[in-house]
Every structure is written in structure tokens, then in C-alpha cells.
């Protein structure tokens, strides 16, 4: 938000995915759509403005040490996805042309809300079972 740190998507992108865990929920005050971006395809500028808070085994989240702003979250497990990024879309400049593909958690998802369109879906332990890969 304040511009401190930014970062940039080497490669293009069609798809998001929506985490309804509820840290997330708790992280980004609703579900979290995010932007799954491997480490050697972003450059983060300003990462001495970064926190980096561990919040679960297999994962930290990173905000803006200025304006407090969640910038990522990025797997921390071994395995084929270890320090990939996971960028809110929301903090995209141009997002209108990724789709919803994916819903994670789907079994916390609270009933409050739901997307119109179809989308794979992992329920808790599909998801703890993918990232231990």
C-alpha cells in the first residue's frame, strides 16, 4: 500500500486459487485469493521493509514493516513447493484476467459466502497431504 516493497511476476499467469483456512481468514479478513508464483520467478524490491512471521510448520507470512500490508505467504515445508510464493491478488496491478481455479481448505469454508464458478477442490487433509509431498 505505502509503496516500501513490491514485487514482480517473471512469468505469466492464468490462475488464482482461494484459501479458506482460517488463518487466512484471520490474515486478510476474508478469504484468501492468492497468486502462486514459484521463487525464481519474482524479484521482491524492499525486502528490508518486510516482516516475516512464521505461522505454521510448513508455512511463513511476510507484511510490510510501514504500513503493515500482507505482501505474501510462502511455504517453508521440503518438497516440490518449498519457497514459493502465494501473492494476494488483490495486490496485483492487473488481475482481470486470471480465473478462479482452485479452493482450498473447502471443508472451513464458512457458509457466509461461495464463488459462482467451478473449481477443483482439497479439504484440509488433501491440502496438508500436498504440501508434505
Not at 510464493?85 to 482452485?102: I, Q, V
Request: charged residues 25%.
Amino acid at each position: 500500500m505505502c509503496g516500501a516493497v513490491s514485487y514482480k511476476v517473471l512469468s505469466d499467469k492464468e490462475t488464482i486459487s482461494a484459501c479458506h483456512c482460517s488463518m487466512c481468514r484471520r490474515w486478510t479478513g476474508g478469504v484468501f485469493m492468492g497468486l502462486s508464483v514459484p521463487e525464481a520467478e519474482a524479484e521482491i524490491s524492499g525486502q528490508e521493509n518486510l516482516t516475516i512471521y512464521t505461522s505454521s510448520e510448513w508455512a511463513e507470512r511476510a507484511f510490510c514493516k510501514t504500513c503493515g500490508s500482507n505482501v505474501f505467504y510462502r511455504v517453508t515445508a521440503e518438497g516440490p513447493y518449498h519457497r514459493d510464493y502465494h501473492f494476494g491478488a488483490g495486490t496485483l496491478d492487473d488481475h482481470k484476467d486470471l480465473s478462479l481455479n482452485l479452493q482450498l481448505y473447502i471443508d472451513q469454508k464458512p457458509k457466509t459466502y461461495s464463488f459462482a464458478q467451478d473449481t477443483k477442490n482439497m479439504t484440509k487433509a488433501e491440502v496438508e497431504a500436498f504440501f508434505a509431498e
